[in-house]
């Protein structure tokens, strides 16, 4: 199999931000714990903080299958509703 990457963009409300990293922390520590997956990490943009960027990698597509359907991810989905300024853009290499 293949490695997948996953870059998923985040434009979040500006007086949403500490809530919204909060919400990633029960997130990045579990899928770090993933058995397929290789990296997990979340950049904030140094211009404008209320972007934000996950860059994933996986071991292959079935690492990031059990990835979308975690505990730990639809938890994030649900804990972060209300808190976006647009909708997140997610690409898939």
């Known amino acids: 199999m293949e490695k997948k990457t996953i ?15 909060n ?4 997130l990045i520590q579990g899928t ?3 058995r ?11 211009e404008n903080p209320s972007d934000f960027i996950f860059y994933e990698e996986y071991k292959d597509e079935n690492a990031m299958s ?8 639809k ?9 976006l300024a647009e909708e997140m853009v997610i690409e898939s290499f």
């Open 36 to 46: 397929g997956n290789i990296s997990y990490t979340l950049y904030q943009s140094t």
């Open 23 to 26: 919400a990633t922390e029960a």
């Open 66 to 73: 059990v990835h979308a359907t975690s505990k730990h991810f």
């Open 75 to 83: 938890s994030f989905v649900e804990t972060i509703d209300g808190m």
């Open 32 to 34: 770090r714990a993933e």
């Open 7 to 21: 870059v998923a963009r985040a434009k979040v409300l500006a007086e949403k931000q500490a809530a919204f990293l």
